[in-house]
């Protein structure tokens, strides 16, 4: 199918481990990547190909994946993590189209 | 210092033309795959087109199929998003997005800091 699910917010005290979830068909057969957006800013990438973390990004972040369920976990979680977090795949029918999940809002307070 | 920069935004009224752009720097554009995404105001963001390392292959969302046209030079080092048929609802923050590698049915990683369109009458 085309779409992704995720919960509208999440919210942690500081120091504690968030987790953000992602759901769709699509990811039984493909990848799953994590964008962080904070206020005013442009996306930035933080895993890729379901648990991969990119250089700069802090330990505290990873990814898993398993059956059509993404996981971003983001383990003592700091204040400068708020921001709202995107599930990214691809479509599998066929048409190779991209889609996002409709966005997380991680409050940590 | 890998960067995208994009251009072209503006006001347009509803039913006309516009062709955003896309220059990359600091990278060989024909490694990789390109996208282009949207952010309506308040909104979340939107796949809206992607284009294979060669041109040999292009997807679209449904809300823009037909309408918009996605192309590059890789020779120039740029992307382009031609708009035709704009509606209000195309009204958004465009970003050039980096593809992680040659086809566009995989991730993205560098991001441009967008460029702002608006359809209004």
């Known amino acids: 199918s085309y779409e992704l699910t995720q919960a509208p917010s999440v919210s942690v005290s500081p120091g504690q481990t968030a987790r953000i979830t992602c759901s769709g068909d699509?990811?039984?057969?493909?990848?799953a990547y994590w964008y962080q957006q904070k206020s005013g800013q442009a996306p930035v990438v933080v895993i890729y190909e379901d648990s991969n973390r990119p250089s700069g990004i802090p330990e505290r972040f990873s990814g898993s994946r398993s059956g059509t369920v993404a996981t971003l976990t983001i383990s003592g979680a700091q204040v400068e993590d708020e921001a709202d977090y995107y599930c990214?795949?691809?479509?599998?029918?066929?048409?190779?189209?991209?889609?996002f999940g409709g966005g997380t809002k991680l409050t940590v307070l | 210092e890998v960067q995208l920069v994009e251009s072209g935004g503006g006001l347009v009224q509803p039913g006309r033309s516009l062709s955003v752009s896309c220059a990359a720097s600091?990278?060989?554009?024909?490694?990789?795959?390109m996208h282009w995404v949207r952010q309506a105001p308040g909104r979340g963001l939107e796949w809206v087109s992607g284009?294979?390392?060669?041109?040999?292959?292009?997807a679209y969302a449904d809300s823009v199929k037909g309408r918009f046209t996605i192309s590059r030079d890789n020779a120039k080092n740029s992307l382009y998003l031609q708009m035709n048929s704009l509606r209000t609802e195309d009204t958004a923050l465009y970003y050039c997005?980096?593809?992680?590698?040659?086809?566009?049915?995989?991730?993205?990683?560098?991001w441009g800091q967008g460029t702002t369109v608006t359809v209004s009458s």
């Open positions: 600091g990278f060989s554009l024909d490694d990789y795959a």
């Open positions: 284009i294979s390392w060669n041109s040999g292959r292009k």
């Open positions: 699509a990811l039984l057969k493909k990848y």
């Open positions: 990214y795949s691809t479509d599998t029918s066929g048409n190779h189209r991209g889609v």
């Open positions: 997005v980096r593809g992680i590698n040659l086809e566009f049915d995989f991730g993205m990683d560098v």
